[in-house]
């Protein structure tokens, strides 16, 4: 797993959960509140959009630690709320879906 700074490019103050860059060793963590309300969506609809109900998003947004495909899209929505919409979202594969 990378850090967000080498994974996208996208650098922000982010504050819950964590990951360990593999590249630099650097503890990334997420505030999944703030990067939801940065692109203007709500829990419904950020549950709708990740497959989960609205209290999973609740307890994310209160600092349940993140893992796996979970992980890997709040690193496409913190590229999202980096760019202040939710178009990159739009035109993104949900996460851990084959093709």
């Not at 060793?25 to 505030?31: A, E, K, L, T, W």
């Not at 609205?54 to 999202?80: D, Y």
Request: net charge negative; hydrophobic share 45%.
């Amino acid at each position: 797993m990378m850090c967000i700074k080498h994974e996208s490019g996208v650098r922000f103050a982010l504050t819950m959960g964590c990951a360990l860059c593999t590249l630099c060793g650097m503890n990334q963590s997420f505030d999944v509140k703030a990067l939801r309300e940065r692109i203007g969506w709500t829990q419904e609809q950020l549950a709708q959009f990740l497959g989960v109900d609205r209290s999973s998003i609740s307890r994310m947004e209160n600092g349940q630690t993140l893992s796996g495909p979970v992980l890997r899209l709040l690193i496409i929505l913190a590229a999202a709320a980096d760019a202040g919409t939710a178009d990159t979202l739009l035109t993104s594969d949900p996460v851990g879906v084959e093709q």
